[in-house]
C-alpha cells in the first residue's frame, strides 16, 4: 500500500537527496519532494502543504537553524534535522528553535526511516484526537457568558446582542470553540475552515481574525481570547479563563 504523506527533503548534496529518496520509496513514501537550497524550499512551503520535511543545517544560501525559524513562520510539520553538526549544543540548538528530532551525518537510512515512521505517526495520531474532539462536539452550543455560539442556527451572541456573521466566520469561530487553547498555524487553520491550501491562506485568517475580534469585543492590540503568538500561530482562549 502506498503512503499518502508528503515529504520535503532539504540537502545541498545530490548524494544524499538520492540516498534519502531512494530510502523512503522502498518504504512506499512516493510524495517526495526535493531542494538543494534554502530559498527553494521555503517556496514549496509556501505554496504547499508537507506531512515533514527532512532539514539539512549546512545550506548554500541559508542556515538550517535560521531557515527553521521561518518554516515555523508557515507551518507547525514535524522538522527532522539531518546533519554534520554533531555537538550537543547544536542539538539542543536545533530542537530549541522548532526541530522535532536530530540526526548526525553518516547515518544510517534506516534509522532515518524509522525516526520518520515515528514521527509520522504521532502527528497522525495528534491529529485523529483532533478529529475525534471534533465529531463529539459537531451538534454543541458554546456558552461563555461573554458571548454565546449556536452553530445550529447560525448564531452569535455578544452581551445578549444578536451579532450578524458571515457563514465563513462562524465557521471559523465554531473551530477555535471546538479547540480550545490549541495552538494553530494560518495553515492548518486555513486548512481546517477552507478546505483548501492555496497561497494567501495567511492574509485571509488574519483578516477574519480582526473581524471576529471586533464582534467579540476582544481588543484587536491586546486580544485576551484569540491570541496570537508571534512566529507560531493563533490559540482561542476561552472567556471563562480569562481575567475579565
Known sequence: MRKSEKILIVDDEKGILDLLEITLKKERYDHISRSMNGQNALDLIKHYTYDLILLDVMLPDFNGFDLCNEIRKHTNTPIIFITSCSSDFDKLTGLGIGGDDYIT????????????????????????????????????????????????????????????????????????????????????????????????????????????????????????????????????????????
Not at 491586546?222 to 512566529?231: A, C, D, H, S, Y
Request: aromatic share 8%; glycine share 4%; net charge positive.
Open 105 to 244: 551525518k553518516p547515518f544510517n537510512p534506516l534509522e532515518v526511516v524509522a525516526r520518520v515512521k515515528a514521527l509520522l505517526r504521532r502527528k497522525n495520531m495528534y491529529e485523529l484526537s483532533i478529529d475525534k474532539d471534533t465529531e463529539v462536539v459537531n451538534n454543541t452550543e458554546y456558552n461563555y457568558g461573554r458571548f454565546q455560539l449556536i452553530p445550529n442556527d447560525a448564531l452569535l451572541i455578544v452581551n445578549d446582542n444578536k451579532v450578524e456573521c458571515t457563514a465563513k466566520e462562524l465557521e471559523l469561530l465554531k473551530f477555535f470553540c471546538k479547540n480550545p487553547n490549541r495552538i494553530f498555524t494560518t495553515s492548518q487553520i486555513y486548512q481546517h475552515v477552507w478546505g483548501e491550501d492555496v497561497l494567501g491562506e495567511e492574509k485571509t485568517v488574519t483578516i477574519h481574525i480582526s473581524k471576529i475580534r471586533r464582534k467579540l469585543g476582544d481588543n484587536p492590540r491586546n486580544p485576551e481570547m484569540i491570541v496570537n503568538l508571534r512566529g507560531i500561530g493563533y490559540k482561542f482562549v476561552p472567556p471563562s479563563t480569562v481575567n475579565m
